[in-house]
Protein backbone atom coordinates (compact mmCIF):
# COMPACT_ATOMS: atom_id res chain seq x y z
CA UNK A 1 0.00 0.00 0.00
CA UNK A 2 0.96 3.73 -0.82
CA UNK A 3 0.19 6.16 1.98
CA UNK A 4 0.61 9.94 1.56
CA UNK A 5 1.71 11.52 4.83
CA UNK A 6 0.32 15.23 5.05
CA UNK A 7 1.56 16.55 8.51
CA UNK A 8 -0.16 19.89 7.18
CA UNK A 9 0.58 22.94 9.75
CA UNK A 10 0.59 23.40 13.54
CA UNK A 11 -0.26 20.27 15.72
CA UNK A 12 -0.35 18.34 12.63
CA UNK A 13 3.24 18.18 12.95
CA UNK A 14 3.11 16.85 15.77
CA UNK A 15 0.99 14.67 16.10
CA UNK A 16 0.69 13.40 12.46
CA UNK A 17 4.53 11.88 13.52
CA UNK A 18 3.41 10.12 16.36
CA UNK A 19 0.40 8.04 14.19
CA UNK A 20 3.57 6.97 12.17
CA UNK A 21 5.58 5.32 15.15
CA UNK A 22 2.40 3.80 15.69
CA UNK A 23 2.32 2.31 12.32
CA UNK A 24 5.66 1.69 11.75
CA UNK A 25 5.50 -0.74 15.35
CA UNK A 26 2.72 -2.46 13.63
CA UNK A 27 5.93 -3.55 10.90
CA UNK A 28 3.37 -3.70 7.99
CA UNK A 29 4.61 -3.21 4.65
CA UNK A 30 3.45 0.32 3.89
CA UNK A 31 5.08 2.26 1.28
CA UNK A 32 5.24 6.36 3.00
CA UNK A 33 4.80 9.30 1.04
CA UNK A 34 5.46 12.58 2.69
CA UNK A 35 3.48 15.19 1.15
CA UNK A 36 3.87 19.31 2.21
CA UNK A 37 0.51 21.29 1.75
CA UNK A 38 -0.68 23.98 3.99
CA UNK A 39 -0.64 27.50 5.29
CA UNK A 40 3.55 26.72 5.94
CA UNK A 41 3.68 25.90 2.02
CA UNK A 42 1.54 28.56 1.31
CA UNK A 43 3.88 31.23 2.71
CA UNK A 44 6.58 29.93 1.41
CA UNK A 45 5.41 29.69 -1.93
CA UNK A 46 2.38 31.35 -2.47
CA UNK A 47 0.32 27.76 -3.04
CA UNK A 48 -0.89 25.44 -0.23
CA UNK A 49 -1.56 22.88 -2.50
CA UNK A 50 -0.26 22.18 -6.55
CA UNK A 51 -1.35 20.23 -9.06
CA UNK A 52 1.73 17.97 -8.87
CA UNK A 53 0.75 17.45 -4.84
CA UNK A 54 -2.69 16.02 -6.45
CA UNK A 55 -1.18 13.92 -8.46
CA UNK A 56 1.04 12.82 -5.96
CA UNK A 57 -1.95 12.24 -3.69
CA UNK A 58 -4.25 10.23 -6.15
CA UNK A 59 -1.14 7.85 -7.17
CA UNK A 60 -1.51 7.10 -3.44
CA UNK A 61 -4.15 4.39 -1.99
CA UNK A 62 -4.97 6.64 1.16
CA UNK A 63 -3.81 9.49 3.21
CA UNK A 64 -3.32 10.24 6.59
CA UNK A 65 -3.46 13.69 7.12
CA UNK A 66 -3.22 16.05 10.05
CA UNK A 67 -4.51 19.33 9.68
CA UNK A 68 -4.02 22.80 7.71
CA UNK A 69 -4.67 26.12 9.61
CA UNK A 70 -6.60 28.43 6.73
CA UNK A 71 -4.32 31.37 5.46
CA UNK A 72 -5.73 34.67 5.69
CA UNK A 73 -6.36 35.52 2.13
CA UNK A 74 -9.61 35.75 -0.19
CA UNK A 75 -7.86 34.23 -2.65
CA UNK A 76 -7.20 30.92 -0.69
CA UNK A 77 -8.81 27.63 -2.07
CA UNK A 78 -9.23 25.12 0.69
CA UNK A 79 -7.17 21.96 0.70
CA UNK A 80 -9.58 20.50 2.14
CA UNK A 81 -12.50 21.06 0.03
CA UNK A 82 -10.08 20.87 -2.99
CA UNK A 83 -8.94 17.21 -1.80
CA UNK A 84 -12.45 15.85 -1.32
CA UNK A 85 -13.31 17.64 -4.55
CA UNK A 86 -10.57 15.52 -6.82
CA UNK A 87 -10.44 12.55 -5.56
CA UNK A 88 -14.19 12.35 -4.58
CA UNK A 89 -14.68 11.33 -0.93
CA UNK A 90 -18.21 11.12 -1.19
CA UNK A 91 -18.74 9.57 2.66
CA UNK A 92 -17.39 11.46 6.10
CA UNK A 93 -17.21 8.77 8.62
CA UNK A 94 -17.03 9.58 12.57
CA UNK A 95 -17.25 6.83 15.35
CA UNK A 96 -18.38 7.92 18.47
CA UNK A 97 -17.69 6.00 21.49
CA UNK A 98 -16.47 6.93 24.91
CA UNK A 99 -12.75 5.90 26.12
CA UNK A 100 -11.60 4.63 29.09
CA UNK A 101 -10.98 7.42 32.02
CA UNK A 102 -11.99 9.68 29.57
CA UNK A 103 -15.65 12.03 31.13
CA UNK A 104 -17.73 13.31 28.11
CA UNK A 105 -20.22 16.15 28.97
CA UNK A 106 -22.91 13.47 30.48
CA UNK A 107 -20.40 11.33 31.87
CA UNK A 108 -21.94 8.89 29.91
CA UNK A 109 -20.32 5.76 29.02
CA UNK A 110 -22.59 3.47 27.30
CA UNK A 111 -22.55 4.50 23.67
CA UNK A 112 -21.35 3.25 20.36
CA UNK A 113 -22.31 4.81 17.15
CA UNK A 114 -21.06 5.77 13.95
CA UNK A 115 -22.25 8.54 11.77
CA UNK A 116 -22.19 8.57 8.25
CA UNK A 117 -22.08 11.87 6.55
CA UNK A 118 -23.26 12.26 2.80
CA UNK A 119 -19.68 14.80 2.06
CA UNK A 120 -20.44 16.27 -2.25
CA UNK A 121 -24.23 17.44 -1.84
CA UNK A 122 -26.78 19.06 -0.16
CA UNK A 123 -26.45 22.07 1.16
CA UNK A 124 -22.71 22.39 0.69
CA UNK A 125 -23.11 22.42 -3.27
CA UNK A 126 -21.30 25.86 -3.62
CA UNK A 127 -24.39 26.88 -5.64
CA UNK A 128 -25.21 29.90 -4.48
CA UNK A 129 -25.79 33.73 -5.10
CA UNK A 130 -25.20 36.06 -2.33
CA UNK A 131 -27.10 39.40 -2.81
CA UNK A 132 -28.01 42.72 -0.59
CA UNK A 133 -31.47 41.75 -0.38
CA UNK A 134 -31.52 38.10 -1.28
CA UNK A 135 -29.08 35.27 -1.21
CA UNK A 136 -29.57 31.68 -1.78
CA UNK A 137 -27.61 28.25 -1.25
CA UNK A 138 -29.22 25.49 -3.53
CA UNK A 139 -29.37 22.21 -2.04
CA UNK A 140 -28.72 18.88 -3.80
CA UNK A 141 -29.91 15.74 -3.33
CA UNK A 142 -29.33 13.08 -6.04
CA UNK A 143 -30.41 9.48 -6.13
CA UNK A 144 -26.58 8.69 -7.30
CA UNK A 145 -25.24 10.21 -4.31
CA UNK A 146 -27.90 9.02 -1.72
CA UNK A 147 -27.53 5.37 -3.43
CA UNK A 148 -23.76 5.37 -2.83
CA UNK A 149 -23.76 6.85 0.90
CA UNK A 150 -26.81 4.58 1.82
CA UNK A 151 -25.00 1.34 0.62
CA UNK A 152 -21.49 2.16 2.52
CA UNK A 153 -23.49 2.88 5.78
CA UNK A 154 -25.46 -0.39 5.18
CA UNK A 155 -22.59 -2.28 4.68
CA UNK A 156 -20.85 -0.28 7.65
CA UNK A 157 -23.98 -1.20 9.54
CA UNK A 158 -23.88 -4.81 8.67
CA UNK A 159 -20.28 -5.23 10.63
CA UNK A 160 -22.00 -3.74 13.28
CA UNK A 161 -26.09 -4.15 14.90
CA UNK A 162 -27.43 -3.86 11.84
CA UNK A 163 -29.33 -0.90 13.10
CA UNK A 164 -29.39 2.07 10.65
CA UNK A 165 -31.15 5.52 11.50
CA UNK A 166 -31.85 7.72 8.39
CA UNK A 167 -31.99 11.22 9.17
CA UNK A 168 -33.49 14.14 7.31
CA UNK A 169 -36.07 16.83 7.77
CA UNK A 170 -38.46 15.65 4.40
CA UNK A 171 -41.37 17.08 6.60
CA UNK A 172 -40.24 20.53 5.83
CA UNK A 173 -38.10 20.17 2.40
CA UNK A 174 -39.20 17.75 -0.14
CA UNK A 175 -35.40 17.28 -1.60
CA UNK A 176 -35.02 14.97 1.45
CA UNK A 177 -38.00 12.57 0.51
CA UNK A 178 -35.10 11.20 -2.47
CA UNK A 179 -32.74 10.89 0.17
CA UNK A 180 -34.94 9.51 2.67
CA UNK A 181 -36.50 6.82 -0.15
CA UNK A 182 -33.20 5.67 -1.34
CA UNK A 183 -31.99 5.37 1.79
CA UNK A 184 -35.45 3.00 2.78
CA UNK A 185 -34.72 1.30 -0.45
CA UNK A 186 -31.49 0.63 -0.49
CA UNK A 187 -31.32 -0.38 3.57
CA UNK A 188 -34.51 -2.93 2.43
CA UNK A 189 -32.72 -4.73 -0.48
CA UNK A 190 -29.75 -4.62 1.60
CA UNK A 191 -31.12 -6.81 4.93
CA UNK A 192 -30.50 -3.34 7.08
CA UNK A 193 -32.91 -3.11 9.94
CA UNK A 194 -34.21 0.59 9.21
CA UNK A 195 -35.68 3.62 11.14
CA UNK A 196 -35.55 7.80 10.51
CA UNK A 197 -35.87 10.49 12.38
CA UNK A 198 -35.93 14.25 11.67
CA UNK A 199 -32.67 15.93 12.64
CA UNK A 200 -34.10 17.82 15.51
CA UNK A 201 -35.47 14.82 17.01
CA UNK A 202 -32.24 13.64 16.54
CA UNK A 203 -30.01 15.95 17.89
CA UNK A 204 -32.30 15.50 21.00
CA UNK A 205 -32.48 12.05 21.47
CA UNK A 206 -28.92 11.84 20.53
CA UNK A 207 -28.18 13.50 23.56
CA UNK A 208 -30.55 11.54 25.67
CA UNK A 209 -29.95 8.20 25.28
CA UNK A 210 -26.97 7.99 22.77
CA UNK A 211 -26.48 4.49 23.64
CA UNK A 212 -29.78 3.46 21.12
CA UNK A 213 -27.91 4.18 17.86
CA UNK A 214 -25.59 1.98 15.78
CA UNK A 215 -25.04 3.61 12.51
CA UNK A 216 -26.50 6.80 11.04
CA UNK A 217 -27.00 8.17 7.99
CA UNK A 218 -27.44 11.62 6.89
CA UNK A 219 -26.49 14.61 4.73
CA UNK A 220 -24.35 16.93 4.69
CA UNK A 221 -24.99 19.52 6.83
CA UNK A 222 -27.07 17.42 9.31
CA UNK A 223 -23.94 15.20 9.51
CA UNK A 224 -21.83 17.89 9.78
CA UNK A 225 -23.57 18.85 12.99
CA UNK A 226 -24.87 15.91 14.32
CA UNK A 227 -20.96 14.63 13.95
CA UNK A 228 -19.67 18.01 16.40
CA UNK A 229 -22.52 17.82 18.62
CA UNK A 230 -21.55 13.89 19.04
CA UNK A 231 -18.01 14.96 19.68
CA UNK A 232 -18.75 16.78 22.77
CA UNK A 233 -19.78 13.11 24.62
CA UNK A 234 -16.80 11.73 24.41
CA UNK A 235 -14.64 14.69 25.46
CA UNK A 236 -11.56 16.26 24.27
CA UNK A 237 -11.23 17.10 20.51
CA UNK A 238 -7.95 15.56 20.42
CA UNK A 239 -9.68 12.14 20.97
CA UNK A 240 -11.83 12.29 17.69
CA UNK A 241 -10.90 10.28 14.68
CA UNK A 242 -12.71 10.16 11.07
CA UNK A 243 -12.05 9.06 7.82
CA UNK A 244 -13.28 10.58 4.44
CA UNK A 245 -14.13 7.38 1.96
CA UNK A 246 -13.91 7.72 -1.89
CA UNK A 247 -14.83 5.10 -4.77
CA UNK A 248 -10.89 4.39 -4.93
CA UNK A 249 -9.06 6.52 -2.34
CA UNK A 250 -9.67 7.45 1.23
CA UNK A 251 -8.40 10.07 3.45
CA UNK A 252 -8.17 9.80 7.63
CA UNK A 253 -7.85 13.11 9.49
CA UNK A 254 -8.13 13.96 13.44
CA UNK A 255 -11.52 15.84 14.10
CA UNK A 256 -9.46 18.38 15.47
CA UNK A 257 -7.68 21.68 13.49
CA UNK A 258 -4.55 23.32 14.06
CA UNK A 259 -4.61 24.42 17.19
CA UNK A 260 -2.35 27.16 16.81
CA UNK A 261 -2.36 28.06 20.34
CA UNK A 262 -0.93 24.81 21.52
CA UNK A 263 1.21 23.70 18.60
CA UNK A 264 5.12 23.53 19.47
CA UNK A 265 4.79 22.77 22.57
CA UNK A 266 4.94 18.86 22.32
CA UNK A 267 1.51 18.78 24.67
CA UNK A 268 -1.11 18.25 21.99
CA UNK A 269 -2.99 14.81 22.49
CA UNK A 270 -2.12 12.37 19.87
CA UNK A 271 -5.06 10.13 20.29
CA UNK A 272 -7.27 11.68 17.71
CA UNK A 273 -4.46 10.90 15.21
CA UNK A 274 -3.13 7.59 16.32
CA UNK A 275 -7.40 6.43 15.76
CA UNK A 276 -7.35 7.91 12.60
CA UNK A 277 -4.63 5.82 11.42
CA UNK A 278 -7.02 2.70 13.05
CA UNK A 279 -9.41 3.96 10.75
CA UNK A 280 -7.06 3.21 7.99
CA UNK A 281 -5.92 -0.09 8.73
CA UNK A 282 -9.82 -1.07 9.36
CA UNK A 283 -10.22 0.65 5.68
CA UNK A 284 -7.45 -1.21 4.82
CA UNK A 285 -8.66 -4.91 5.99
CA UNK A 286 -5.95 -5.19 8.77
CA UNK A 287 -8.52 -6.15 11.55
CA UNK A 288 -6.24 -7.39 13.68
CA UNK A 289 -3.66 -4.54 13.31
CA UNK A 290 -6.47 -2.15 13.97
CA UNK A 291 -7.37 -3.75 17.27
CA UNK A 292 -4.35 -3.82 18.71
CA UNK A 293 -4.08 -0.12 18.16
CA UNK A 294 -7.21 0.09 19.59
CA UNK A 295 -6.41 -1.78 22.72
CA UNK A 296 -2.56 0.23 22.68
CA UNK A 297 -4.62 3.31 22.93
CA UNK A 298 -7.02 2.34 25.39
CA UNK A 299 -4.26 0.55 27.98
CA UNK A 300 -2.60 3.84 27.85
CA UNK A 301 -5.46 6.05 28.67
CA UNK A 302 -6.43 3.02 31.55
CA UNK A 303 -2.93 3.43 32.90
CA UNK A 304 -3.81 7.45 33.30
CA UNK A 305 -1.51 8.96 30.58
CA UNK A 306 -3.09 11.44 29.62
CA UNK A 307 -2.32 15.08 27.96
CA UNK A 308 -3.21 18.25 29.39
CA UNK A 309 -6.52 18.14 27.32
CA UNK A 310 -7.71 15.81 29.34
CA UNK A 311 -6.27 17.12 32.86
CA UNK A 312 -2.79 14.94 32.47
CA UNK A 313 0.83 16.00 32.67
CA UNK A 314 1.92 13.62 29.49
CA UNK A 315 3.68 14.63 26.84
CA UNK A 316 2.43 13.95 23.03
CA UNK A 317 5.85 11.81 23.19
CA UNK A 318 5.61 9.89 26.32
CA UNK A 319 1.91 9.53 25.14
CA UNK A 320 3.07 8.31 22.13
CA UNK A 321 5.66 5.92 23.93
CA UNK A 322 3.26 4.06 26.12
CA UNK A 323 0.90 3.37 23.05
CA UNK A 324 4.07 2.17 21.04
CA UNK A 325 5.40 -0.05 24.07
CA UNK A 326 1.91 -1.74 24.31
CA UNK A 327 1.68 -2.69 20.49
CA UNK A 328 5.43 -3.81 20.81
CA UNK A 329 4.93 -6.18 23.62
CA UNK A 330 1.59 -7.39 22.08
CA UNK A 331 2.39 -7.88 18.73
P1 LIG B 1 -8.01 25.50 13.06
O1 LIG B 1 -8.35 26.82 12.48
O2 LIG B 1 -6.83 24.85 12.42
O3 LIG B 1 -9.21 24.56 13.19
P2 LIG B 1 -8.46 26.17 15.80
O4 LIG B 1 -7.84 27.34 16.48
O5 LIG B 1 -9.90 26.15 15.46
O6 LIG B 1 -7.55 25.80 14.55
P3 LIG B 1 -8.70 23.50 16.75
O7 LIG B 1 -7.60 22.60 16.36
O8 LIG B 1 -9.99 23.37 16.05
O9 LIG B 1 -8.14 24.96 16.76
O10 LIG B 1 -8.87 23.30 18.32
C1 LIG B 1 -9.81 23.96 19.16
C2 LIG B 1 -9.32 23.89 20.59
O11 LIG B 1 -9.13 22.53 21.00
C3 LIG B 1 -7.97 24.57 20.79
O12 LIG B 1 -7.97 25.28 22.02
C4 LIG B 1 -6.97 23.46 20.84
O13 LIG B 1 -5.86 23.74 21.62
C5 LIG B 1 -7.78 22.28 21.38
N1 LIG B 1 -7.28 21.04 20.73
C6 LIG B 1 -7.53 20.65 19.46
N2 LIG B 1 -6.90 19.51 19.17
C7 LIG B 1 -6.21 19.17 20.27
C8 LIG B 1 -5.34 18.08 20.58
N3 LIG B 1 -5.03 17.12 19.70
N4 LIG B 1 -4.78 18.06 21.82
C9 LIG B 1 -5.07 19.01 22.72
N5 LIG B 1 -5.87 20.04 22.48
C10 LIG B 1 -6.45 20.14 21.28
MG1 LIG C 1 -11.07 24.57 14.45
Known sequence: MRLA??????????????????????????????????????????????????????????????????????????????????????????PIRPLPSVKGILGRSNFNFVIVRENTEGLYSGIEEIGQDISWTKRIITRKGSERIAEYACKLAKSRKSQLVIVHKSNVMKSDKLFLD?????????????????????????????ERYDVIVTTNLFGDILSDMSAA?????????????????????????SAPDIAGKGIANPIAAILSLRMMLEWYGKMPEAALVEEAVDAALTEGITTPDLG????????????????????
Open 312 to 331: GTYTTKEMTCAVVDYIRREK
Open 233 to 257: LVGSLGLLPSANIGSRHAFFEPVHG
Open 5 to 94: IVEGDGIGKEVIPAAVEVLDALGLDVEKVPVELGYGKWERTGQAITEDDLKVLKGCDCILFGAITTPPDPNYKSVLLTIRKELDMYANIR
Open 182 to 210: VCREVAGSKGVEYTDELVDSMAYKLIRSP
